[in-house]
Each structure stands twice: as C-alpha cells, then as structure tokens.
C-alpha cells in the first residue's frame, strides 16, 4: 500500500497551507534543477512556478507509487522540455558571466571556492540539448533510457548529447 | 598542463559536478504567484469537471456492462448546453440523430465510444450520425471541436458543411462559421479531409481551411509565409489559376514541402513538371523516386515521397526547441 505522508494527502483534498508546506520543502531542489536545465535564473524562477502549478493541478495523479520529491523532480522536468519544445524561438544561450551570477544565490554542499562558481558557470554556458541531457545525467542521475524517455530522442542521442557536453566542457577547462 | 594533468582535472570536474548543491534558495519568494495561479481556477469548476469526467466514466462502463450501444455519453463542462431542446444537467446522453448545442458561454463533452473524446466549444452545434463499433461519425453545423482520438485510421470521421474529416489518429481542432467554411489544425498524427474527388492530408503542424463549392484547400505550416498562404487562398478559392501556383512556387521554403506536394497533382498539367522541380529541388526526394512516374501522378510513387515529406514535418514538429532539423533532410543539424 502506497505510504502518502499526511501533506500530501491533505494537498490532495485541496489544503492549500498543506501545498505550501510541500513548496517550502521543495522549491530549493526544483530551482536549482530549473535553474541549471535552463541555464538563465529568471527563466528558472518561471519554471519552478509552472512546476508547482503543474503538481497542484495534478496532485491527485500521484498515488505514491515513488516518493513525493522524485515525482515533484520528474515533473519540473518534464515542464522545463515542454516548455522549451512549445517555444517557436531559440533558447537565448547565457553567457558564462550571467550564468555565474545565477548561482550567486547557491546554497549548501561543500565550500568549493573558485570552481564551483566556475562550474555552474560552464554548464549554464553549454547548448541547451547538451546542457540538458548533461544536468540530468551528471548531476541528477537518470539514465540515458531515462533521458531519452523525457526529451523525446534516441538513447544513442543522449549519448552523444552528453559526450558533446562533455566535450566542450573539456574544452572550456582547457581555455 | 600536459594530456595527463588534464585528464584529471576533467576527472575532478565531473566529481564536482556530482557534488553540486542539490537546493539553491531561488533569489526571491516564488510561493505568492503560484498561489495566485492556483485559485484562479475556482474549486467549483475543478470539481464540475471532475464529476463530470467521473459520471462519463461511469456512463461508458455501464455501457461496457449492459452492451447498450445508443449513442455516447457527454457530460456538461461549463455553462448550460443542451441536447436537442433538452438542457443538459450533469450528464446525459446523445443518441444517434441528437444535436448538442452550446451557447457562448457553454461546454461540453462526448466519449466517442471507447476510442476518444471531443470538447464542444462554445457556439457549437454537433450532431451524432453514427456510433457503431466500426463507425463513429459526428457532423459540426457549426462551432469548434477538439477531438483526441486514439484508434485504427479512419473510424472517426466528422462531417462539415464543406468537407468531411477523417481521423488517421490524431488530435486536432475544427471550426466551422456561419458560412459553413472551416479550419483544421492538427496537434498530433493527421488527419485527411475530404470533399468529392478532392483529398488533403494534413499533418502534425499543418493547417488547411475548406470553403463551400470548393471543398479543402491546399494544407499549409503553420509557419508558411504570408506570401505562400494569400497564393495559396487565390490558387484555391478564387480561381488564381497558374499565375497564384507560380506564386506559391516562389514563396516556397522546404518547409513547405506538405503543400508543395499536394499541388503536384492539383495544378494544370501544364505546371506540374515546375511544381516537381521546385518541391525536389527543397526537398530531394527518396532514393528510387522517378520524375516521370510523379509526373503520371503513379500513386504508389506519390505516397513514398509523401511518406518522406511527413516524417520530415514530423521531426520538424516533435524536436521543435531541441534540435535543430534540416527541413530538407529532417535530420539534426
């Protein structure tokens, strides 16, 4: 039998301050998957908006088959796809100097001075179906099947999506 | 730095990148707009339309339990639409004849038996024609449908004043005004309209309008040139001849390769080998496609460039913003 904490169930019935418990929880982790799937903070912050609405419009889909958090993740990633896919414009790249400054804001984890800044930095730099395909395998951990699932694209694509990432961020280290 | 060195500085930056902070604060409170998305959407109305897909389930699997096959379910979804004079309170159901009707300000909608639904838009007026399990036919006098259908091609069929459509699954949009003219827009598969001897195959992304006396026009892009679509109109509906063809001709982008294609077999004898050339020249057609056959219009050469073509604006369409697709090759740049 599914285990649905208390919040979510009460989410589910409509309890909005029991919604914004989940935002509170969550909303760190959503942003920062937004903001490294679009490489741009503003972007980001509209992002993890239309992921929350998404949840709260779906709620009731969630039966608690995976925990509350990886279906939350799993959405905001689809919404971040979606999104981009709907759009007739190309994604505007960030340079490296805005993408630093982004992740001014970042929060947790080991002091890493210097290179972090460099590496968000460097991801937010790359092509966007590199960047996305990279975010999700190098920093959140699904898997190619995953991946190609999610951006509509051949396994073999999010291969060569992420040896392309990979390559240029070599390259970028190698400047 | 030599090779070595730069290897495992690239092997620490992967590892770092693993140790990314998993939250980042965003720079500012995002909570008050989500909560201003989230109630505008009345609770009343997130209801309705949960009882009301709830009651259509219900109806469809008693139908399922009884065998009963008079007509399909349609449940109110806004406002006050009616069936025949009938309001529609709830749910209800439309029988094989029955014309549902909704004003300005209603909704409604129909489980096309076990294989789809359609969403009756507001000023519509839908009529059942025919709901077998090898037929599923609606005629729209006039209004909007959406219609999500999920069957083997061509079990759904909607009838309009000016041409019939016929589901080869598919999700689309029609509207039809008060002159009985329409427009098609596909959002998912294709769809094939059809008046007389006349056919068009519209595809994922494609539009086409129908006009009465004429039937459905040439199926264009969404995108097509402003150019490409005033030709086009002349070309079907105002008797622009080969003057608006040479027109379109010269608009055309291999993206447009959907209405090129159709107009191979539509304009005069006379212009079809310019249409050929100008179509192979933006898009080259498959290995093994003889000029000569598609200029007999052989069907059978016809449809493998066709085939081509619709993958083509397939790709074009489902990797829109992610990759970046040769319109002529529909492969990734």
């Known amino acids: ?175 | 730095m030599n090779d070595r060195e730069h290897e495992a500085e690239f092997a620490r930056l992967l590892e770092e990148t693993r140790r990314l902070p998993r939250s980042i604060e965003p720079p500012r409170d995002l909570w008050p707009a989500i909560a201003a998305r989230i109630r505008r959407r009345p609770a009343w109305r997130r209801w309705a339309a949960l009882a009301a897909a709830a009651a259509v389930v219900l109806i469809v699997g008693r139908r399922i339990l009884t065998g009963s096959s008079e007509g399909w379910a349609v449940a109110r979804v806004d406002g006050a639409p009616r069936i025949g004079r009938t309001a529609l309170v709830g749910t209800g159901r439309l029988r094989v004849g029955q014309v549902i009707v909704t004003d300005d300000s209603s909704r409604a909608e129909v489980q096309v038996g076990l294989i789809g639904r359609v969403e009756v838009l507001p000023g519509s007026e839908l009529r059942l024609v025919a709901a077998r399990p090898d037929a599923h036919r609606l005629a729209l006098a006039r209004g909007t449908i959406y219609a999500e259908v999920t069957a083997p091609p061509r079990l759904f069929v909607v009838e309009t004043p000016t041409a019939t459509a016929v589901d080869l699954g598919c999700a689309y949009t029609l509207e039809v005004d008060s002159t009985g003219a329409s427009r098609l827009r596909v959002t998912a598969g294709y769809v094939e309209l059809v008046w007389g001897d006349r056919r068009s195959i519209v595809p994922l992304g494609a539009m086409a309008v129908t006009r009465a006396g004429a039937g459905p026009g040439t199926p264009f892009v969404e995108d097509a040139p402003g150019a490409l679509r005033d030709a086009l109109t002349a070309f079907d509906f105002a008797r622009g001849g080969s003057p608006a063809a040479r027109a379109v001709l010269r608009a055309a982008r291999a993206e447009d390769a959907v209405t090129l294609w159709h107009l191979v077999s539509r304009v005069d004898p006379s212009l079809r080998a310019a249409v050929y050339d100008r179509l192979a020249a933006l898009v080259p057609p498959p290995s093994g496609t003889s000029r000569d056959a598609a200029l007999r219009l052989d069907a059978p050469t016809l449809e493998r460039y066709w085939q081509h073509i619709r993958r083509i604006q397939w790709r074009r369409e489902i990797l829109k913003g992610l990759r970046e697709i040769d319109p002529r090759t529909g492969l990734a740049r």
């Open chain 1, 1 to 175: 039998m599914p285990d649905l904490t208390d919040r979510v169930r009460r989410a589910q019935d409509g309890d909005e301050t029991a919604f914004r418990e989940l935002y509170d929880e969550h909303a760190g982790r959503i942003y920062a998957l937004c903001l490294r799937l679009t490489g741009d903070a503003a972007t980001a912050q509209e992002r993890t908006q239309d992921a929350f609405v998404r949840a709260w419009e779906r709620l009731r889909s969630f039966r608690g088959d995976s925990a509350f958090g990886t279906w939350l993740h799993r959405l905001a990633v689809n919404v971040v796809l979606m999104e981009r896919r709907g759009r007739s414009r190309r994604e505007r790249r960030v340079t490296p100097a805005s993408g630093e400054a982004a992740f001014e804001g970042a929060s947790g984890g080991p002091p890493a001075p210097g290179e972090r800044l460099d590496l968000e930095g460097a991801i937010a730099a790359l092509p966007a179906g590199a960047r996305e395909v990279f975010v999700l395998f190098d920093v959140e951990g699904y898997s190619h099947e995953e991946i190609a699932g999610m951006c509509g694209i051949a396994v073999g694509t999010s291969k060569a999506q992420l040896f392309r990432a990979r390559r240029l961020l070599r390259e970028m280290l190698e400047r």
